[in-house]
Structures are given as structure tokens and as C-alpha cells.
């Protein structure tokens, strides 16, 4: 069974830092992963996703590498704002073969202070 | 592009009462939808998965009776939660798909309290 693991689970700095989530999965037979962002009492936004065959995916200040060899990912924020403060899921899509059925981790949450 | 939405976004309603919690997909056909349940500081956990014009799979735990998925249309799924119980509050967010090999589109979820 998957279990997908994200450290630390509360991160506060100071604007302007940069920082790194991290997310660990058990089993490597993964065919993508995705980083969504989560607003209190929101949906989830999704942020970016790495493909199984892919290293890294960039948007804007967002950085999100994969290894699915030791089974982790990590996003990077360069730069970060008072607005990026919000809860940060990672989660991993099985191989195609068993369908589409997302195993979330529980979430760093990240607060940037002005 | 890929907007999902979810209706309503807060209901708060006796015990014992059933309530219908609806997801669209605006501007894509959806041939898959998914209803999760989160927790207050918890992760979101799958509660079914739903293929237009099939029945509904649900996951281990996840009462078939009590949680009903109906996904008529490629645009439209609907969960109603049967005699709903204070164990049943949580925020429940439903996604739909395309394929299988492209993402899913989040709702906004929908804030459920039975008093």
C-alpha cells in the first residue's frame, strides 16, 4: 500500500526566503506526481506535475524534482511571499494500469511573514 | 481552462437529514470523478471513484448505502449523504478527469455540519 509521507508538517519564514517541502513515497511504481496547494476551507489548486519520466518541473518561483528511484520529490519557492502562505499536498497517481486513484500525504503547511 | 464546480460550498443541517453535494465540470467532460473526504489537519482520503454511466467503486470503509454517487452525465456527479450523522461533518471535495492520463480538476469543496 502507498503511503506518501511530507516533512515538516508547519514551516514559518520570514518573506523573501527560499525554501524546500519535502515528500517521500513508498513504492516507486508511480506514473506521475502532483503538487497541489490548498487555501483554509478551499479546494486544491494544482501547482505542478512530474511525470514518472520526468527530473523537474518549473513554473514561476515553483521548482518540483523528483527521484522516483528513492521515492522523493521536493518543491522549491524561491523567493517567497506573504501570499504563498497555504497548506501544501503532494500527492502520487498509481501506473495507468490501476487507474487514476490519488494517495495524498497530509500536508506542509507554510506561513511566509511580512 | 479545466474549472470544476462544487454546490454548495457550506451546508449545516440536523441529524438524520440527507443532503446532495454537487460537482461540475464546466468546461471539460469529466468520464471520471472522484469524492474525497479531509478532516480538520488531515489529509484528503479517497471515498469513491465514479465513471459516467457506471456504477460507483468505493473505497474500503466507505459505506455504499450511506454515501450515494450518481454520475449521469459526463458533466455532473452528485453525492447525497444519507441520514447524515455528526460523525458524517467534514469537508468533502470532489475532481473530475478527462482520461486516464491527464490530471484532476479540484473543487472547492463543501463544508458539511450536522448539529
Known amino acids: 500500500k502507498q503511503e506518501v509521507t511530507q516533512i515538516p508538517a508547519a514551516l514559518s519564514v520570514p518573506e523573501g526566503e527560499n525554501l524546500v517541502l519535502n515528500c517521500s513515497f513508498t513504492d516507486s511504481a508511480i506514473y506521475n506526481l502532483q503538487w497541489f496547494r490548498q487555501d483554509p476551507g478551499k479546494g486544491l489548486t494544482s501547482l505542478l506535475l512530474i511525470q514518472s519520466s520526468q527530473r523537474e518541473q518549473t513554473s514561476g518561483r515553483l521548482n518540483a524534482s523528483l527521484d522516483k528511484s528513492s521515492g522523493r520529490s521536493t518543491l522549491y519557492i524561491a523567493a517567497s511571499q506573504p501570499g504563498d502562505s497555504a497548506t501544501y499536498l503532494c500527492a502520487v497517481d498509481p501506473t495507468q494500469t490501476s487507474g487514476s486513484r490519488l494517495t495524498f500525504g497530509e500536508g506542509t503547511q507554510l506561513t511566509v511573514n511580512p | 481552462g479545466a474549472v470544476v464546480s462544487q454546490h454548495p460550498s457550506r451546508v449545516i443541517c440536523k441529524s438524520g437529514t440527507s443532503v446532495k453535494i454537487e460537482c461540475r465540470s464546466l468546461?471539460?467532460?469529466?468520464?471520471?470523478m472522484f469524492w474525497y473526504r479531509q478532516f480538520p489537519k488531515q489529509s484528503l482520503m479517497l471515498m469513491a471513484t465514479?465513471?459516467?454511466?457506471?456504477?460507483?467503486?468505493?473505497e474500503q470503509g466507505v459505506e455504499k448505502d450511506k454515501f450515494l454517487i450518481n454520475h449521469a452525465s459526463l458533466t455532473l456527479s452528485t453525492l447525497t449523504v444519507t441520514s447524515a450523522h455528526p460523525e458524517d461533518s467534514s469537508f468533502y471535495i470532489c475532481s473530475g478527469r478527462m482520461h486516464s492520463n491527464q490530471p484532476q480538476h479540484f473543487g472547492d469543496g463543501t463544508r458539511l455540519s450536522i448539529l
Open positions: 468546461d471539460f467532460q469529466a468520464t471520471t
Open positions: 465514479s465513471n459516467e454511466g457506471s456504477k460507483a467503486t468505493y
